[in-house]
């Protein structure tokens, strides 16, 4: 059975960090899980879309492919860059404009990019609540890479990197995704509306 991962980027440049990261995490994530499917979104290239989506209640058609991906699939891969002590407004936007309880049980490996170590906490204290209020599953281990992690292969990085997919890769595999509940699916009878 084919795992579906998607993983969902919140860098701003092209190249970036977050990227990279993303990148390292869901290739560790499927040697740790073996059979599966990777699909990114890159959340700039939904950037106006998404303010259009607020607007108007409505994703456009890439944006809605885009939300369908991450609402369907077993596990999540997020990655933000760290501005201010937190996620970055992108980041935040995209998860503002999916349906309540979509993420519900989902497992989810937390990673995040900033210039320093000094800003590795807004995991523990910015993203992690938010998924924890999505009523997400977050992996125990987060993933920050500072600029310094990436020339030093003393770092550690590789090591959390292996650990936190490890971490994601057995919550995907115990667990049974039911995909998203679509309310119109076993409709109540007219009659049985009526009798209540």
Request: overall charge negative.
């Amino acid at each position: 059975m084919t795992r579906r991962i998607a993983v969902v980027a919140a860098g701003l440049g092209q190249p970036s960090s977050t990227r990279l990261l993303a990148d390292q995490l869901a290739a560790a994530t499927v040697r740790a899980l073996g059979n599966s499917a990777v699909q990114v979104v890159e959340l700039r290239e939904h950037a106006h879309a998404l303010v259009d989506n607020m607007l108007t209640g409505f994703p456009a058609q890439d944006l809605g492919r885009a939300i369908d991906a991450v609402v369907r699939a077993d596990g999540l891969i997020v990655v933000t860059p760290i501005f201010n002590a937190s996620y970055s407004g992108l980041f935040k936007s995209f998860f503002d404009v999916l349906e309540p309880e979509s993420l519900e049980g989902k497992p989810v490996l937390i990673g995040a990019t900033g210039g320093t170590a000094r800003h590795s906490l807004a995991i523990d204290h910015a993203v992690r609540p938010m998924f924890s209020y999505l009523r997400a599953a977050p992996v125990p281990t987060g993933v920050f890479a500072a600029t310094a992690d990436w020339g030093d292969a003393d770092s550690g990085l590789t090591g959390r990197i292996d650990r936190a997919a490890g971490e994601l890769a057995n919550a995907i595999a115990g667990r049974q995704n039911s995909g998203p509940v679509d309310p119109f699916e076993n409709p109540v009878s007219f009659e049985e509306l009526l009798a209540r």
